[in-house]
């Protein structure tokens, strides 16, 4: 009875083990991709989420006459996580543009991994933009 135990909890210890993941990462050391960094402003409100999806970079290009934004975020935990985020467009007198294409979307991300996620304005009349996160509702 006592080498069952033994053999349960050494099982349930693996089986633990197994559920975390982190993601080691290959780059070259210098980079030839010169991207268009931006001066990013951030309004935190929930700092639970900011704990495990960090935005370490902000980017932006013209591509055919569109403005694209594209984010690096990077989980900061060892666990698997997921976050929303959605991204708003505005013109140049800071009137929003409205998009019927512009859903919460879910960004999966697994311990220690940066993912990379981008969206083109809808309009060429876009000079800016926004990218708000929650907590995928799925966590809870």
């Known amino acids: 009875m006592e080498k ?10 693996a089986a633990a083990l197994a559920g975390c993941s982190t993601v080691n ?6 980079s030839a991709a ?14 639970a989420v900011n704990d495990y999806a960090r935005v370490e970079a902000v980017s932006s290009a013209v591509v055919g006459g569109l403005l694209k934004i594209q984010l690096k975020v990077y989980n900061r935990t060892t666990a698997y996580r997921t976050v929303n985020y959605k991204f708003s467009w505005f013109d140049a007198n800071g009137m929003e543009i409205v998009s019927a ?15 990379f996620v981008s969206a ?13 996160f929650l907590a995928d509702v799925r966590d809870y």
């Open 25 to 30: 990462t290959v780059e070259p050391a210098q």
């Open 101 to 115: 294409g512009a859903p919460w979307l879910t960004l999966a991300l697994e311990g220690g991994e940066t993912k």
């Open 120 to 132: 083109v304005a809808p309009s060429a009349a876009a000079a800016d933009f926004s990218v708000k």
């Open 4 to 13: 069952m135990k033994k053999i349960i909890a050494t099982f349930c210890a």
């Open 34 to 47: 010169r991207p268009n960094m931006v001066n990013d402003k951030r309004v935190i409100t929930d700092s």
